[in-house]
């Protein structure tokens, strides 16, 4: 029942995000893809999982493995169907013309062509100005740059001038579509999934008459630790080891979800400015499905490793990420001034693919061996629910991590921004102006143009100096260097981790009960 209401909650979260999205009501996003995709997310996520623990007792780090493989193998698959969705679904914007800002105005055989005239509105938006010869006055208008075209894949659009509200992303279309499917395939999905019966043990094959003693204390064994475990409350209230471990899955989960919320976007930003023609918009859309493989392979490679290897030595393994994540700024600036030279070293951007895939299956095995290391340190019974409680440190991690981590970035491009106009200040005062309508000491105008995407690293580079260096690869540092800090807390707390005499807090437990 829970992975059937889990199938039509992730449904209902991506065709309401569609409909918010189509709409440009963020109320619905929130309510869809927050709300409503948050339940759906973990009720599809649990299920399966505690239901292949108790039908495999004696390879717990197997069976999560197994089921969580397909968590992150979808993460694999789906980035090429919405790349083809969003494709089949987009429509062009409509183009105004160009302007100063993107080559208008130039001589084409003794001609000057005529560019299109911007007037900078009180919100920071632009619009046609009343005296541009090209485009209807008044049209609300966005500024693309060859850097933004470059990132839209599917459009052979080109730099200029494009009227808002003309288009499509295509983005809501496909996201109905996938609302349609998936939750098409988890109702179908969830009507055969079943858990064992309280006394059911796993069959073992028996060679001989002597083997059958063997086997019935094996069973009784298997039988045994799928109902002993100390209560959820209890974990969470009177032991070290879980505070330790909730630590351990939030730190790399926050260090994972850096990496994974920004790798396309520095692959995008640094490296496809490094190397246009290998890394195009199809390149990019292979790196991210390139990155659900890894999670896929770490999620089931891991867990099964787990099973020898033990469950807290695999999470310091873990560990390993360290020094990819906190050396990726470094890697970054290496492509950055090889990049300056008019060479093209592929070896940052080898070392930057590898690294953040290997680092991705990190962060998958973190979340599938995790439940064979809670049954591992608390016992099998209520394994399902200090998941549950577990995970509020991926939930954490998911809300508290990126907000804190944009935090950092937003602080570093405002820095960046502000190296930019003075730079563009001593090469052409009258640029900035021209361009956008402000001057170089009006803050409060160039924070509003900065709040509404109008004024943006990007298009202060059309008017920087050539030898000025491009900021993008520096905007990344913090971040990072914050996300490796935050593994090194979660491979110390997992150092930390002690194991738990069963038998004995339970008969505390129980001498506790009997007194109260």
């Known amino acids: 029942m829970s992975g059937l209401l889990g199938s039509a909650c992730w449904s209902g979260a991506l065709l309401t995000t569609a409909a918010g999205i189509e709409t440009h009501t963020l109320p619905l996003v929130y309510l869809g893809y927050g709300f409503l995709g948050g339940v759906g997310w973990g009720l599809m996520y649990l299920t399966p999982v505690t239901a292949a623990m108790k039908w495999f007792p004696d390879k717990r780090g197997l069976a999560t493995g197994i089921a969580l493989s397909a968590f992150g193998a979808g993460a694999a698959f ?10 089949h679904f987009a429509v062009a914007p409509e183009f105004v013309g160009d302007c100063l800002l993107t080559g208008g105005g130039d001589e084409v055989e003794g001609v000057t062509k005529a560019f299109v005239e911007l007037t900078t509105l009180d919100d920071g938006s632009q619009v046609v100005a009343n005296t541009s010869l090209v485009g209807e006055p008044g049209t609300p208008v966005v500024v693309a740059t060859e850097a933004d075209v470059a990132k839209i894949s599917g459009m052979s659009n080109c730099p200029g001038v494009y009227a808002i509200g003309t288009g499509d992303t295509g983005v809501s279309k496909a996201m109905a579509v996938l609302g349609v499917i998936y939750g098409g395939l ?21 060679t001989d008459g002597s083997a059958h003693d063997g086997k019935e204390e094996a069973d009784a064994n298997s039988n045994e630790a799928n109902n002993i475990g100390l209560p959820a409350s209890y974990v969470t209230t009177n032991t070290m080891q879980f505070p330790l471990l909730w630590l351990a899955v939030f730190g790399n989960a926050t260090g994972g979800l850096a990496l994974l919320s920004s790798s396309k976007v520095m692959l995008t930003d640094i490296f496809a400015g490094v190397s246009p023609d290998i890394v195009t918009p199809a390149f990019s859309t292979g790196y991210v499905s390139a990155l659900g493989v890894g999670m896929a392979l770490g999620r089931f490679g891991w867990s099964a490793i787990s099973d020898v290897l033990g469950r807290q030595n695999t999470y310091a393994v873990f560990g390993l990420g360290i020094p990819i994540v906190g050396l990726t700024p470094y890697l970054c600036h290496m492509a950055s001034g090889a990049g300056a030279g008019g060479e093209v070293d592929m070896w940052p951007l080898m070392a930057f693919y590898s690294g953040s895939v290997l680092t991705i299956t990190f962060y998958g095995g973190v979340f599938s061996v995790l439940p064979a290391y809670i049954a591992d340190l608390f016992g099998q019974k209520h394994a399902g629910a200090i998941h549950g409680k577990a995970l509020t440190a991926w939930a954490l991690s998911a809300v508290a991590g990126p907000m804190g981590l944009a935090y950092l970035r937003s602080h570093s491009y405002k820095s960046a921004v502000e190296d930019l106009l003075q730079a563009i200040d001593r090469h052409d005062a009258s640029a900035l102006e021209r361009s956008f309508g402000v001057s170089i000491n009006d803050d409060v105008g160039i924070q509003k143009l900065m709040n509404a995407k109008t004024l943006t690293i990007e298009k202060l580079m059309e008017l920087a100096p050539e030898d000025f260096v491009d900021p993008s690869p520096y905007l990344y540092n913090t971040t990072l260097y914050a996300a490796a800090g935050l593994m090194s807390v979660a491979f110390l707390s997992n150092l930390a981790i002690r194991p738990l005499d069963l038998n004995k807090e339970l008969k505390q437990l129980e001498r506790g009960s009997v007194r109260s």
């Open 78 to 87: 789906a980035p090429s169907v919405i790349h083809v969705l969003v494709d």
């Open 186 to 206: 988890g109702a179908i999905a969830s009507r055969f999934m079943k858990i064992p019966h309280p006394q059911w043990t796993p069959e073992r094959a028996v």
